[in-house]
């Protein structure tokens, strides 16, 4: 496994929790990284994209305002910070890497991590 996800759990509406994606065994330091997730029954969605260096931070529109993706490239970590956590936001959260940041962006990157549960009740 060369992306793992952890941090996932169940909140309750307006807490907050921070994922983490380590990469152990492999530096991704010059690639982008990225968040995806999918609740059930829906598809997979782009979540937030950070490029290699940090520079460039994309959301989608559903988290824009609560979430924040940062990285420390010495710890080879990628880290979603999710704030004001609402029911809609339950769903597995994928981590996701690679060497072109649009790629991130555009849903299709090449390396992908196994998913944590986030559950958000009412």
């Known amino acids: 496994v060369q992306l793992q996800a952890s941090g996932g759990g169940l909140v309750q509406a307006g807490s907050s929790l921070r994922l983490s994606c380590a990469a152990p065994?492999?530096?991704?330091?010059?690639?982008?990284r990225g968040w995806f997730r999918q609740a059930p029954g829906k598809e997979r969605e782009f979540v937030a994209a950070i490029s290699w260096n940090g520079g460039n931070t994309y959301y989608a529109d559903s988290v824009k305002g609560r979430f924040t993706i940062s990285r420390d490239s010495a710890k080879n970590t990628v880290y979603l910070q999710m704030n004001s956590l609402k029911p809609e936001d339950t769903a597995v959260y994928y981590c996701a890497a690679d060497n072109a940041y649009s790629t991130v962006v555009g849903g299709r990157p090449h390396y992908w991590g196994q998913g944590t549960q986030v559950t958000v009740s009412s």
């Open positions: 065994g492999r530096t991704f330091s010059t690639y982008a």
